[in-house]
Nanobody, 116 residues
């Protein structure tokens, strides 16, 4: 059973920073892609950032402020969030994909609250 555990959320003032972590129970090199999503109250879940073995992509609203990275030795993916805005408030979820077997895995989510 693959598990993803997110951590690092919390309450921060606007303009502040947080770093989210997503630790996997298996080698993250076995995943084709790892993604961060977020879901604000009353809104649909939104893709924020993606990392593969060679590329990173971001939704427009976080470009230049958020950075997704990975540490294969620690089986962990990070989301560094800078210049946070109140509209970044959401539960942030980590997702891992193994396309060969058609499997997607989700973490339990971590709350990020940005106060104005």
């Amino acid at each position: 059973q693959v598990q993803l555990v997110e951590s690092g959320g919390g309450l921060v003032q606007a303009g502040g920073s947080l770093r989210l972590s997503c630790a996997a129970s298996i080698s993250i090199e076995r995943f084709n892609a790892m993604r961060w999503y977020r879901q604000a109250p009353g809104k649909q879940r939104e893709l924020v950032a993606t990392i593969t073995s060679g590329t990173t992509t971001y939704t427009d609203s976080v470009k230049g402020r958020f950075t997704i990275s990975r540490d294969n030795a620690k089986n962990t993916v990070y989301l560094q969030m800078n210049s946070l805005k109140p509209e970044d408030t959401a539960v942030y979820y980590c997702k891992a994909e193994r396309r060969l077997i058609g499997a997607n895995y989700w973490g339990q989510g971590t709350q990020v609250t940005v106060a104005s």
